[in-house]
């Protein structure tokens, strides 16, 4: 199976800061990579699909870039709504497997 | 507007069965494969099962293979896990998922 590797666990920034946050696969998984924000109590939503298509409706501060084994999502200038836990998602080979979460937070 | 919706879960003893289902709205059910997908409490996310738009490929996790059973019902846009011989390692929130879309999930706690 695929393993992910996803840093940082937790991240603590400022209105308007530029937030990267990192997926590292075992293999190369060929750009099929996702990115899913999921607040307290609520479904996991996908932002960003195959590395860096924006999912409709989702704001374009929110991008994904990568290849091979190394996949970033961006956060251009965070908000207070971007409050949640990142995770992501590869769908290249065998079973579904997922990072370990970033949660997020404001200073 | 697209919904997934799970339902069926609960509190069980260890070694029953128990089954969940998921009903789908605002797209067409049917064109789409379909996935369990859980997290048992503070842990990570794990896959659980895949099934094909017509149910012609399905997949298991390790874990759950031989007692998990993943079915799908197109003409009533509506997803199933039937789940037996349960363990306390099975104890999770399990949510319904298209890779686009994800319900809110259900929880199953087994425990005696």
């Known amino acids: 199976d695929i393993q992910m590797t996803q840093s940082p666990s937790f991240l603590s920034a400022t209105v308007g800061d530029r937030v990267t946050i990192n997926c590292k696969a075992s293999?190369?998984?060929?750009?099929?990579l996702n990115w899913y924000q999921q607040k307290l109590g609520e479904a996991p939503k996908r932002l960003i699909y195959n590395t860096n298509s924006l999912q409709t409706g989702i704001p374009s501060r929110f991008s994904g870039s990568g290849s091979g084994t190394d996949y970033t999502l961006t956060i251009s200038s965070l908000q207070p709504e971007d409050v949640a836990t990142y995770f992501c998602?590869?769908?290249?080979?065998?079973?579904?497997?997922f990072g370990s979460g970033t949660k997020l937070e404001i200073k | 507007e697209v919904q997934l919706v799970e339902s069926g879960g609960g509190l069980v003893q260890p070694g029953r069965s128990l089954k969940l289902s998921c009903l789908a709205s605002?797209?067409?059910?049917?064109?789409?494969?379909m996935n369990w997908i859980r997290q048992a409490p503070g842990k990570g996310l794990e896959w659980v099962a895949s099934?094909?738009?017509?149910?012609?490929?399905?997949y298991y996790a390790d874990t759950v293979k031989g007692r998990f059973t993943i079915s799908r019902d197109n003409a009533k846009n509506t997803l199933y896990l039937q789940m037996t011989s349960l363990r306390s390692e099975d104890t999770a929130l399990y949510y319904c998922?298209?890779?686009?879309?994800w319900g809110q999930g259900v929880m199953v706690t087994v425990s005696s």
């Open positions: 293999q190369n998984i060929n750009k099929y």
């Open positions: 099934i094909s738009s017509s149910s012609s490929y399905i």
């Open positions: 605002g797209f067409t059910f049917s064109n789409y494969g």
């Open positions: 998602l590869q769908h290249n080979s065998g079973p579904l497997t």
């Open positions: 998922a298209r890779l686009a879309y």
